[in-house]
């Protein structure tokens, strides 16, 4: 994803009709659930927002399946969340 400077907050919604998230849904691989993914709420909710600087953001995972009922998946990505703006940034 090429960064630039952005004034205006980028959303998820926006993520998402532009094609950036295609394929992918909300949540993370089961395997995920413990381990280094444990991390990442905290490492949220202590961050701040680099659009308007609120603190405490949220942790919006998606992951890109190859199989859900297998639970095979081929990417994953994690975002946080804006409360205030809705501005999302990629861990
Ligand atoms: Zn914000």
């Known amino acids: 994803m090429s960064m630039t400077t952005q ?35 905290e490492v949220c909710a202590a961050s701040r927002c680099e659009l308007c600087g609120q603190r405490g953001l949220t942790l919006r995972p998606f992951t890109l399946w190859r199989d859900r009922r297998t639970g095979a998946w081929s990417e994953y990505r994690t975002f946080a969340e804006c409360p205030m703006c809705a501005h999302v940034s990629e861990f």
């Open 7 to 41: 004034r205006r907050p980028q959303t998820l919604a926006a993520l998402i009709s532009s094609g950036e998230l295609a394929g992918f849904r909300p949540g993370q691989p089961a395997e995920l659930l413990s381990g280094i993914n444990d991390i990442d709420p």
